[in-house]
Structures are given as C-alpha cells and as structure tokens.
C-alpha cells in the first residue's frame, strides 16, 4: 500500500520530530478514508513535493495547501532560492572566476530545480545549457560534503538543506564560503490529492497556517530557517514551467 503521508522533501533525524508533530496537528481527527473515492490518481492525504512537479502535474493529481516562509528577508513569503557555494581554501573567489570548461560542479540530481535548474539559469542566463563538468551527488546535503572537502568547486544548495546542514554539522560552515544566490521562487508546496473535499482543504490549510507559533517558532527557525507557513495562489507555481 501507498503512504498516504509524504512529508520527506526535508526529512532528517534533527527534523523528525517536527514534520511528525506537524502532520499530526493537521491531520487530527480527519477520516480521510471517508473523504476520497477508491479510485484516485493520487491518494495522497498530506505532502510536500517539489514546485516544478506540482507547475507541471494534472488538475487531477493535487490541490494546492500551503508553502513554509523562510526567515530570509530577502525571498517574498512562501519563496525561496538557493546558496551558491564553493571550498573556504582554493575556492573561487567569485562567481565570475568560474570557468565551466575548468570547474567540476557538484549537484545533487540532473533534474533538480533548485541544484541544477536555477542553478544553470544563474550561471549561464539559461537553465537549457548544462554544465560540462558535474557530479551527480544524490543530496543537497551531499552536494554541500563535496564543497567542504573541495572535491568540487561550486554547488547550488536550497536554502532549507543549507540551514539543515549548518544545524547538523556547524563545522561546515567555517569549510565552505557563500558566493551568492539563485533567484527565488515559490518554495516546495504542501499539498493533498485533488479529489479531497473542498472543506477538508481549508482545513488542513488553516491549520498549516498556523502551526508554527509560539514555542515551535524557535525549533524551526533553528534547524531549517521556516518561520512559518503561508498561502500562495496555487498559480503562482506555473511561473516555474518558463524556467
């Protein structure tokens, strides 16, 4: 059977916790088993998943809930972007030192929006010309390793992984040194299959709305740089198919 429930995109031993009491708040006391037909596309109760995969989904796979805000002022509420990094010692000294026939860059999937996607369009103006020199790593977390011990000289890191990492190994940080940034975007929306019921919806939403207050303000701020959760227009996301 299907995990209804996927709450994984920055799911790790210092966010477990948070992401379990999170989906516990939201989903209290809702019988979701009542609430969707046997035969859907997605069976999906609560989730987050990457933007570009909602911009580019059916109308029948999701509905659109909420997007965490970040801490960082300088991305609009329920945006978000990513770090460009590159080794503390023998790194680059900008971003116009990199030469991409020279540099091996480390990025974490092929097709990842914030490792690869943006990545590409910052560099190169376009997100259709693709590095000739890469390391496919598996992980923002593991694109980050790779900058640390200089087995590559520039990553593109979401900013959640990025405070994640910096939370769980703050040693990395005197490893690494910050270049500058992708442009933002809408961050990865939490969303429900597209047959939930309309009043289960607003729900869910409000209750994401207002989840982060008060003593776990702090929690998340710390270990992903999330101070709270915001609703965007689901439209907001297609702007992210022109990429």
Not at 24 to 36: E, H, N, P, Y
Request: charged share 20%.
């Amino acid at each position: 059977m299907v995990n209804p429930y996927k709450l994984d995109m920055y799911l790790a031993t210092q966010t477990a916790d948070l992401f379990a009491e999170l989906q516990a708040v939201v989903c209290a006391d809702i019988d979701f088993t009542s609430c969707l037909p046997e035969q859907v596309r997605q069976k999906l109760y609560l989730g987050q998943i990457c933007g570009i995969d909602f911009a580019n989904s059916r109308a029948d796979d999701y509905r659109y809930l909420a997007t965490f805000s970040l801490a960082d002022q300088a991305v609009p509420p329920g945006y978000y972007r990513s770090v460009l990094v590159t080794p503390a010692k023998g790194g680059l000294a900008s971003l116009d030192a990199f030469s991409p026939e020279k540099h091996l860059v480390a990025i974490n999937e092929a097709g990842s929006f914030s490792g690869a996607i943006t990545f590409s369009r910052r560099m190169f103006g376009s997100s259709k010309h693709m590095f000739p020199r890469y390391q496919i790593t598996g992980s923002h977390i593991a694109s980050l390793g790779c900058i640390a011990r200089a087995d590559a000289m520039l990553a593109s890191i979401d900013c959640l992984s990025f405070q994640m990492a910096l939370h769980e190994t703050p040693e990395v940080e005197q490893q690494i040194r910050v270049l500058g940034y992708t442009d933002p975007f809408p961050g990865l929306p939490f969303v429900t299959s597209a047959q939930m019921p309309e009043e289960i919806c607003e729900l869910m939403t409000g209750r994401l709305v207002r989840f982060i207050k008060g003593d776990r303000a702090k929690l998340w701020a710390d270990r992903l740089g999330v101070v709270g959760i915001t609703c965007l227009s689901a439209d907001t996301y297609q702007q992210m198919r022109s990429v």
